[in-house]
């Protein structure tokens, strides 16, 4: 579901100087909130990069130290507007380098069934985890999620340890520490990224032009 209410760029007003920088949430990789500023015709300094935690993503959003955050897949937050997808981030698993799957090129998701995955961790919504990682592969196998998903440092020691798999993005390669592998997944479709704001009181004026920008500017073709 995406609910996009900002105006076309061409009818937003100029960004005045000494506009602060647009308060930008992530997870994971810069790279990819690299790209969307890149696709926008934006500098990067004109954005500023904020960390979110995965078990809680929307409370900086809500709680106001966020102008807006880069999301996944289709957001059902009643609170929440949703932009248009402006970018793709192709399907990935991560596997600890002594994995038996670690020397792969690719994978299939049926072949990731033979093996346990991630929770849906803390107030993150079940029903794009479910996107994330699917309860069953396409054939039918069932994906166990057994182990707890936290900080990305908790989870990365959870795949050193064991023959866990996360399935995630391919955006995570430039994060991922070198005894990670990180596997492309041929059968599942990449993920719409998008961008959300708080819908009440809206975006201000220039992250409504930054988001514009990024739906004017999107890869997701």
């Given amino acids: 579901m995406t609910d996009s209410t900002v105006l076309p760029a061409d009818r937003l007003p100029g960004t005045p100087a ?65 932009s248009r997808p402006v970018a793709l981030d192709p399907r990935a698993v991560i596997v600890g380098a002594h994995h038996p799957l670690a020397t792969h090129a690719s994978v299939s998701v049926e072949e990731l069934a033979a093996y346990e995955g991630f929770r849906c961790p803390g107030a993150f919504p079940e029903y794009v985890w479910d996107e994330v990682v699917p309860p069953r592969t396409p054939k039918g196998r069932r994906i166990r999620r057994a182990y707890e998903m936290g900080t990305v440092k908790g989870l990365m020691g959870t795949l050193s340890g064991t023959d866990a798999v996360h399935l995630t993005f391919q955006s995570l390669e430039a994060i991922a520490p070198a005894r990670m592998k990180v596997i492309p997944i041929v059968d599942l479709p990449p993920a719409p990224v998008s961008l959300a ?25």
């Fill in 18 to 82: 000494g506009t602060p920088p647009v308060r930008l949430g992530i997870h994971g990789s810069p790279d990819l909130a690299a790209a969307i500023i890149r696709a926008a015709g934006r500098d990067a300094s004109e954005v500023e990069l904020v960390g979110y935690e995965v078990g809680d993503p929307f409370r900086g959003l809500r709680a106001g130290e966020l102008d807006v955050m880069i999301v996944k897949y289709g957001l059902e937050e009643p609170d929440l507007a949703v």
């Fill in 197 to 221: 704001w708080l819908r009440d009181p809206g975006p201000a004026a220039h992250t409504a032009r930054f988001i514009a920008d990024a739906e004017n500017g999107s890869t997701a073709r």
